[in-house]
């Protein structure tokens, strides 16, 4: 999905640019700008999408797995550490 929106985003860019070149008027201009604005838009929101996506690759990596849990929690007095 993020390379999708980093693509999209980097032709909104290229679009708004060549827009603002050729523009014949003010509001071709905004256009332009605001097609180049909402470009970067997409492309920081990609680059967060990759981010969140590789954190979450690498949590599940590092997760303790159900069976190591189940006997840590064993491994706790039942009354808990603070009544020691």
Known sequence: MAPF???LGLLQ???GVFVAFVAKSAVHEILG???F???V?????AVIIAKIDDALKQW???APSPENQMTTMKSVPAGGWHKQ
Do not use: K
């Not at 838009?41 to 929101?45: P, R």
């Open 5 to 7: 929106i980093m693509i």
């Open 13 to 15: 860019m290229i679009g």
């Open 33 to 35: 700008s605001v097609s």
């Open 37 to 39: 604005g909402f470009g």
């Open 41 to 45: 838009l997409s492309f920081a929101l």
């Open 60 to 62: 599940a990596r590092s």
